[in-house]
Antibody, heavy 119, light 106 residues
Framework: EVQLVQSGAEVKKPGESLKISCKGSGYRFTSHWIGWVRQMPGKGLEWMGIIYPGDSDTRYSPSFQGQVTMSADKSINTAFLQWGSLRASDTAMYYC????????????WGRGTLVTVSS | DIQMTQSPSSLSASVEDRVTITCRASQSISSYLHWYQQKPGEAPNLLIYTASRLQSGVPSRFSGSGSGTDFTLTISSLQPEDFATYYCQQTYSTPYTFGQGTKLEI
């Protein structure tokens, strides 16, 4: 089955670090971009950036550049999104999604990872 | 960044109604416009890509049109499962911005 499986929900304190994952299966992981999308509680979708697992080419939204780091390990078909120091404003659902037709629209989505940052 | 503006932000409709949602880009994006549906508690789902192409498995009551800066998503006959939030997204240039969403309610 073609799918993206995301890691489980996280509860963290401000200032802590975090790395969440997105594992692809059922397709050639290195041939499709993986994007990350943030959805804050009750809000819309925000495009954070994309990474090409084949060579780790990465493009960030200016809104998220320097705030998060995207990476990929093609040996385990997994993409990652990480924070060095979380803030309460990072509380959100984070979706990974597969880019189709290059770094374009998302035709396959993970179920999301809920990140809660609270003291 | 290219700004994507959807209208309306919310819409009340009934089963079997014909509904149109509009998405306007702040500059020309050719046909690099895509539509997603998101139901509560679920991930978004691709409906229409490159303005008018129906994603596999999506019912034919969904259609899209437009190019340049103005686009529409039309649902020809609303079904109960269509009540959800709809988002447009441009992939003409990064960051690949989304519209703010249109919530379709009964």
């Amino acid at each position: 089955e073609v799918q993206l499986v995301q890691s489980g929900a996280e509860v963290k304190k401000p200032g802590e670090s975090l790395k969440i994952s997105c594992k692809g299966s059922g397709y050639r992981f290195t041939s499709h971009w993986i994007g990350w999308v943030r959805q804050m509680p009750g809000k819309g979708l925000e495009w954070m950036g994309i990474i090409y697992p084949g060579d780790s080419d990465t493009r960030y939204s200016p809104s998220f550049q320097g705030q998060v780091t995207m990476s990929a390990d093609k040996s385990i078909n997994t993409a990652f999104l990480q924070w060095g120091s979380l803030r309460a404003s990072d509380t959100a659902m984070y979706y990974c999604a597969r880019g189709f037709d290059g770094p374009g629209y998302f035709d396959l989505w993970g179920r999301g990872t809920l990140v809660t940052v609270s003291s | 960044d290219i700004q994507m503006t959807q209208s309306p932000s919310s819409l009340s409709a009934s089963v079997e109604d014909r509904v149109t949602i509009t998405c306007r880009a702040s500059q020309s994006i050719s046909s690099y416009l895509h539509w997603y549906q998101q139901k509560p508690g679920e991930a978004p789902n691709l409906l229409i890509y490159t303005a008018s192409r129906l994603q596999s498995g999506v019912p034919s009551r969904f259609s899209g049109s437009g190019s340049g800066t103005d686009f529409t998503l039309t649902i020809s006959s609303l079904q109960p499962e269509d009540f959800a939030t709809y988002y447009c997204q441009q992939t003409y240039s990064t960051p690949y911005t989304f519209g703010q969403g249109t919530k379709l309610e009964i």
